[in-house]
C-alpha cells in the first residue's frame, strides 16, 4: 500500500540554525500539506501545497517558514532560524484530490537546543 | 472558525468496558469526519471517518456516527483491550478553503489489564 514517507525521523538542531524537513508524498497525490504537533497538545495546520504554490496557510507559518516541491517527488518545509518554541513533531500529508482523504507521514521530530 | 471539541482525558478503563470518547464540531457547511489515533512514539492513523450526516464510520471495532442535529461524532467500542491505549483525535475537513484539517486536542486513553 502506498504511503507518505519523512526523512529524518528525528532532528535534532541548535537554535538559529537552518533545517529542512522532506517528505515523500504518495506519487499520484496533487495536494500536500504540514502539520506541527508540539508536545502533548493537539495536531495544528501550517500550509498546504498545490500546483507549485502556497494555497493557504496559517498563523503558525511565518517568514521564517518555506516550502518547496524541488523535484516530482520531494516535498520540503524549511525553517530559515529555528527557535526553541519550533520544537515539535512534524506531519506531512497528501491527498488526490482537494477533498480526498488526507494520507499522513510518520512525523519528524524536531528538537531545537 | 471551524473548531473541533474533545472531550478532556485522560480516560482509564480496564480491559473489556465499553469505550465512549465525545467530539463535538462548529463547522459552516458539511465537513467530513475523522478520527485519528496515535500510539506512542508513532504517527497519526486514520481509525475511521465519515464524509455526510447519519454515516457510520467503522473499522477495528471502534464506531462514530456523524450527527448532524447535534454536530457530534463521537467514538464507541464495545470492549476496549490493552492494545487500544493510545491517543485520539477527531478532526474535521474544513471544506471552506483548502479542505485542511482541524483536530481536536486528543484523548489520551489507557487500559488496565
Known amino acids: 500500500e502506498p504511503e507518505v514517507t519523512q526523512t529524518p525521523s528525528h532532528q535534532v538542531t541548535q537554535m538559529g540554525q537552518e533545517v529542512i524537513l522532506r517528505c515523500v508524498p504518495i506519487s499520484n497525490h496533487l495536494y500536500f500539506y504540514w502539520y506541527r504537533q508540539i508536545l502533548g497538545q493537539k495536531v495544528e495546520f501550517l500550509v498546504s501545497f498545490y500546483n507549485n504554490e502556497i494555497s493557504e496557510k496559517s498563523e503558525i507559518f511565518d517568514d521564517q517558514f518555506s516550502v518547496e516541491r524541488p523535484d516530482g517527488s520531494n516535498f520540503t518545509l524549511k525553517i530559515r532560524s529555528t527557535k526553541l518554541e519550533d520544537s515539535a513533531m512534524y506531519f506531512c500529508?497528501?491527498?488526490?484530490?482537494?477533498?480526498?482523504?488526507?494520507?499522513f507521514g510518520p512525523g519528524t521530530r524536531l528538537t531545537v537546543t | 472558525g471551524n473548531s473541533v471539541t474533545q472531550m478532556e482525558g485522560p480516560v482509564t478503563l480496564s480491559e473489556e468496558a465499553f469505550l465512549t470518547i465525545n467530539c463535538t464540531y462548529t463547522?459552516?457547511?458539511?465537513?467530513?469526519l475523522f478520527w485519528y489515533v496515535q500510539y506512542p512514539g508513532e504517527g497519526l492513523q486514520l481509525l475511521l471517518k465519515?464524509?455526510?450526516?447519519?454515516d457510520k464510520g467503522s473499522n477495528k471495532g471502534f464506531e462514530a456516527t456523524y450527527r448532524k442535529e447535534t454536530t457530534s461524532f463521537h467514538l464507541e467500542k464495545g470492549s476496549v483491550q490493552v492494545s487500544d491505549s493510545a491517543v485520539y483525535f477527531c478532526a474535521l475537513s474544513d471544506r471552506s478553503g483548502t479542505y485542511k484539517y482541524i483536530f481536536g486536542t486528543g484523548t489520551r486513553l489507557k487500559v488496565l489489564a
Open positions: 500529508a497528501s491527498s488526490e484530490a482537494t477533498w480526498g482523504e488526507q494520507y
Open positions: 463547522a459552516t457547511g458539511y465537513p467530513s
Open positions: 465519515a464524509t455526510k450526516a447519519d
